[in-house]
């Protein structure tokens, strides 16, 4: 076994012990019950405002969650004096639960519409935006030592991030929205329940721009790091 699958391994044992797993799969029943109810069209077009909600639960407070649980096991500081790379930390934390949130996503739309909707659309769409939202997330709680120190300075980006469901409802529609990463996944959301259909310009966009973005906020990611956790275990 190599030290990637190791690392994956221990993560996800980890997000069973802090119990994500379990508030992911609560999440989805609780998204279900809202949906069943409607009618078929009104759940086509409440699904990419509720998937975006999942994404940000699942993506932004999930990790922000487990780095508390971890800061306050001083597992952060373990991890700095072990020969794990920051870039495998961060890359098992990015990839288990994106896969925890796509599989949701998956099971939510099919429970919800059968197979009647736009499987690659709906992947494009919760897997960029679940890679935004987690290193969001994970940027946000790097600098506080609890979860009551991090409670309200985190809501103002999470909800930068979802500014775009203005744009996409039509009650403001700016151009300035696709500066903000989340607006293509989104479009690839409603695009999945036949809500949007997508230029081409669009498609590549709502690609290239959110993965550009991810690379900056990883690239941030690892100073952040250095500060907070390098930087505080090397001082100490």
Request: charged share 10%; glycine share 8%; with cysteine.
């Amino acid at each position: 076994m190599n030290r990637a699958t190791a690392v994956l391994r221990l993560e996800i044992r980890l997000q069973w012990r802090y119990r994500l797993l379990h508030a992911a799969v609560f999440s989805g029943l609780l998204w279900l019950a809202l949906l069943l109810p409607l009618s078929p069209e009104l759940r086509s077009t409440a699904e990419p405002y509720v998937m975006l909600g999942d994404l940000a639960i699942v993506g932004y407070y999930f990790i922000a969650g487990a780095m508390f649980f971890e800061k306050g096991e001083r597992t952060l500081q373990a991890v700095v004096s072990t020969p794990l790379r920051f870039g495998e930390y961060l890359l098992s934390k990015v990839a288990t639960l994106t896969a925890l949130s796509v599989v949701l996503a998956v099971f939510v739309a099919t429970a919800t519409h059968g197979l009647d909707y736009d499987l690659p659309m709906l992947l494009l769409g919760a897997a960029l935006g679940t890679v935004l939202l987690l290193l969001t997330g994970f940027l946000s709680a790097m600098p506080f030592k609890t979860v009551s120190d991090w409670f309200l300075p985190a809501i103002g980006p999470v909800a930068v991030l979802n500014l775009p469901i203005f744009h996409y409802s039509g009650i403001w529609e700016t151009p300035w929205f696709y500066l903000i990463p989340t607006q293509g996944p989104l479009l690839f959301l409603g695009a999945a329940f036949g809500q949007k259909n997508l230029a081409a310009w669009q498609i590549a966009y709502g690609v290239l721009y959110p993965v550009l973005f991810a690379g900056l906020l990883c690239l941030l990611a690892r100073r952040m790091f250095a500060k907070y956790v390098v930087g505080k275990v090397g001082g100490a």
